[in-house]
């Protein structure tokens, strides 16, 4: 019996550690998938949608990094762990820019690696407890299922997959503010905060898609000295 039928694809071309990884998994109850290439878990994720996935870089033909980067363009957004032997920070936060969720380099601890599975599944079971797929700004109707803007003259404008997990999370919080440490962490899953401007930029592209103003926002507003606030109410 599979540990609440969860799956995890484990994508990995050392055939040693592939055999550690579907014996450690399958002895606590997962369900395994393997693609030993960049391609062929592409052709699996055609068929079947893992709860989880353990990604190398270095993969023969398309490297790790394209495959997390293609996953989220067509919006799948289960957890990706990336397991590899490549320990530069550029590698990582390269990763984590993309989409995943996750980065655990070799050699690894199998109970570290049991742990962050675990609390990924379990952070992404409550995401989905607790999302909500239609966000109401005044006159723009936001539909993140479909990861689609409405706006009030009848254009449509597509969300990118983070866009959408920012508003995901920002709408967690109505009409209160969150910081960009905290949006770092949750969205961008970096562990520490980093002096960057990546969430300013990515929230002025997504303003330019739900404010009709976006020079004069209304909804997604900056908390001066703290980060931004989403207002769920139209506050005239």
Not at 51 to 76: A, N, Q, T
Request: with cysteine; proline share 4%; aromatic share 6%.
């Amino acid at each position: 019996m599979s540990r609440n039928d969860q799956t995890i694809l484990i994508v990995e071309d050392e055939p040693s550690l592939i055999f550690t990884l579907r014996d450690t998994l399958e002895n606590e109850g997962y369900t395994t998938l393997v693609a030993e290439d960049g391609n062929k878990a592409l052709q699996i994720l055609d068929e079947t949608i893992p709860d989880l996935m353990i990604l190398d870089v270095m993969l023969p033909g398309m490297s790790g990094f394209d495959v997390c980067k293609s996953i989220r363009e067509k919006k799948l957004l289960f957890p990706i762990i990336i397991l590899t032997a490549r320990d530069q920070e550029i590698d990582k936060v390269t990763g984590l820019n993309i989409g995943a969720d996750d980065y655990i380099t070799k050699p690894f601890g199998v109970k570290e690696l049991l742990a962050r599975i675990q609390a990924r599944l379990r952070r992404n079971l409550d995401y989905h407890k607790n999302r909500t797929d239609t966000l109401h700004l005044g006159d723009v109707v936001i539909d993140l299922g479909h990861s689609v803007v409405q706006r009030p003259d009848g254009e449509s404008i597509d969300l990118t997959t983070r866009e959408v997990e920012l508003l995901r999370f920002l709408s967690g919080f109505p009409n209160e503010p969150v910081t960009r440490k905290a949006l770092l962490e949750h969205v961008w899953r970096y562990e520490q905060s980093t002096s960057t401007r990546t969430v300013d930029v990515h929230i002025s592209k997504l303003r330019s898609k739900i404010e009709l103003q976006p020079d004069e926002p209304r909804y997604l507003v900056t908390m001066h000295g703290v980060g931004y606030m989403l207002k769920m109410k139209d506050h005239r």
